[in-house]
């Protein structure tokens, strides 16, 4: 990991920015990591007789957390891979630096503010 790489194509992020938003991101993958085998873990296990014990809502609560679950981890993995690489902090549509007060926020972010709010937009 080149540390240096990364100021460099994020120059509104500082170090210590940086390295907040990394462990923030790796106690994000974790919890996620966990909330995933709670969610998983007795289902797997026995899914007939938790089927039968949980009314239908219960059980599409759980298989919507453990999608969810996943897919804020692929976007946290993402972003670690992009602090890696050099590209985190700069918008994947218009390639111009992420607020920092947006990727505080949110660390996983793939776009700036005006960007997400376009993609929004388009049906």
């Known amino acids: 990991m ?4 990364i100021v460099e194509s994020a120059t509104h992020l500082s170090a210590e920015d940086l390295a907040a938003l ?3 991101l790796h106690e ?7 909330q995933l085998q709670q969610l998983a873990g007795p289902v797997a296990s026995r899914v007939e007789d ?3 014990q949980r009314a239908a809502g219960q059980v599409e609560v759980y298989v919507k957390l453990a999608a969810s679950a996943r897919m804020v981890l692929s976007d946290v993995e ?5 602090m890696d690489e ?10 111009r630096p992420i607020e920092r ?18 993609k ?3 049906p």
């Not at 080149?2 to 790489?5: E, K, L, V, W």
């Open 28 to 34: 994000q993958r974790l919890f996620r990591q966990e």
């Open 101 to 118: 007060e947006r990727l505080m926020i949110v660390p996983q972010v793939h776009y700036c503010a005006h960007c997400q709010q376009a």
């Open 86 to 95: 050099g590209s985190y902090g700069v918008c994947r549509l218009c390639r």
């Open 50 to 52: 938790r089927l039968q």
């Open 78 to 82: 993402a972003a670690l891979k992009r």
């Open 120 to 122: 929004q937009a388009v």
């Open 22 to 24: 990394r462990e923030n």
């Open 2 to 5: 080149n540390h240096q790489i």
